[in-house]
């Protein structure tokens, strides 16, 4: 029995390490597709931010842009997800806090106007929408920036190598705040 | 239990991510779905409040291929952490095979998970079930905090208000960076799936 429970250990384990295995030729593949690229960038921006991360957006997001030039509400969306990306590209950690996620579902909204077969009408309704969407969180982000500035800051740390980004860590800085001043008030 | 259907050659064992509410166990899963998002076929399954609080549980299955003839699948399954849901906690418990408990480093929490860790073991008494013998790896998450300053508990202090009587294995762990997730998962998946290798009719399959 011993026996007979080592070797499926031994058979367990090497699945195991196949299946978590840190292949790097599992990573996503560079595609062809603009589309899929620029979905794999925007995914890994909600992960971690940084230039490497950006300028590739704001590249793929150009080459999409000439593709999809004739197609006017297309067109609105790329110009709003190139401003915020460049947005995110000059401020970084300073960005508003809910820029990535406004990004992202702009980007899925976007996605939905490319691939789900929209009429002409609908697209353009969608991309006005959203263009009113984005002036609001431009109203937001000026709000942002001066309560911001007022606060004392937060020492900050240099930039260390590959670890969480500036944005993540400002956002998680900020949940543990929260968390902490909502236990205070508890007790 | 392990659902085994020898006809189809195939287990299902369900594991529970259990802890402290915002401990990180959806961070948890979340960080597989995404590294192992190629070789997992299904879709994680999440439910969520409007700040991210899961709500009723997140479900991530995924299949980890034969082992002695049988396709192995696993279950991962979160609870919500939040003291209020205990009657959704119990549901997601039922049928548990594994269990990876979530601890949160921030000296803050201690308290937070010796409780959830207590509610956790009379919720398995609740099924017959023991947190004594049941397969359980601790965590002890968000590790990455103290670089922040932020205060963190040492992890002797952990293991003793955790893990003294138990001695499960245990890993210091970082669910947002990944450190430590994918092992964690490995370890639980190993001793789970061992745990019921004698309910397998493995004898003669060799
Ligand atoms: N710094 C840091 N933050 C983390 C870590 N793991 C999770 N978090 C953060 O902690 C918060 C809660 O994480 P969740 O994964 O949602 O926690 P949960 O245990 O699922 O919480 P409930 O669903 O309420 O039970 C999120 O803001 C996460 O980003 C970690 O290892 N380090
Ligand atoms: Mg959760």
Same mark, same amino acid.
């Given at each position: 029995m011993t026996n007979n429970g080592s070797s499926i250990n031994k058979e367990l384990d090497s699945r195991l390490n196949e299946f978590f295995d840190?292949?790097?030729?599992?990573?996503p593949a560079k595609h062809e597709d603009p589309l899929e690229n620029l979905k794999a960038i925007v995914l890994e921006m909600e992960w971690e931010l940084g230039d490497k991360s950006l300028d590739a957006y704001l590249s793929e997001l150009k080459k999409l842009g000439a593709q999809c030039r004739q197609d006017k509400a297309l067109s609105i969306y790329i110009k709003l997800l190139d401003t915020i990306g460049r947005y995110l590209k000059s =401020?970084? #950690? $300073?960005?508003?806090?809910e820029t990535v996620s406004f990004l992202k579902s702009l980007f899925d909204n976007f996605e939905r106007a490319v691939n789900?077969?929209?009429?002409e009408a609908e697209k353009n309704h969608s991309a006005a929408v959203h263009v009113q969407k984005f002036k609001k969180f431009k109203v937001s982000i000026s709000e942002y920036a001066p309560t911001k500035a007022s =606060?004392? #800051? $937060?020492?900050?740390?240099?930039?260390?190598?590959?670890?969480?980004?500036d944005e993540v860590k400002t956002c998680i800085r900020q949940v543990v705040r929260e968390e902490i001043a909502r236990l205070i008030k508890r007790k | 239990m392990a659902l085994i259907n020898p006809k189809k050659r195939e287990v299902q064992v369900k594991i529970v991510y259990y802890g402290?509410?915002?401990?990180?166990k959806t961070t948890n899963l979340e960080f597989i779905n995404e590294k192992f998002r190629s070789r997992i076929k299904s879709e994680m399954v999440t439910v969520k409040t409007?700040?991210?609080?899961?709500l009723f549980f997140d479900f991530l299955p995924f299949d980890i291929g034969m082992i002695k003839g049988y396709t192995i699948k696993v279950q991962f399954y979160t609870v919500p952490?939040?003291?209020?849901y205990n009657a959704t906690r119990k549901l997601v418990l039922r049928g548990v095979d594994g269990i990876v408990f979530v601890a949160d480093s921030?000296?803050?929490r201690q308290e937070m998970n010796i409780r959830s860790l207590e509610n956790l073991a009379e919720n398995l008494v609740s099924f017959n079930k023991n947190i004594e013998t049941i397969p359980l790896v601790m965590q002890y998450n968000k590790r990455d905090l103290e670089k922040e300053g932020i205060p963190v508990l040492p992890v002797e202090i952990m293991e003793k208000d955790?893990?003294?009587?138990?001695k499960a294995p245990y890993y210091t762990a970082s669910a947002v960076s990944g450190d430590n997730v994918a092992v964690t998962m490995k370890r639980i998946i190993s001793m789970t799936v061992m745990s019921i290798r004698e309910k397998l009719e493995l004898g003669g399959s060799e």
């Open positions: 840190d292949d790097t030729s599992h990573e =401020k970084k #950690a $300073a960005a508003h806090p789900s077969g929209m009429g =606060k004392p #800051a $937060a020492p900050t740390q240099p930039s260390g190598q590959g670890g969480l980004s | 402290p509410g915002r401990g990180g409007y700040n991210d609080r899961t952490g939040q003291v209020k921030m000296t803050l955790l893990n003294a009587g138990l």
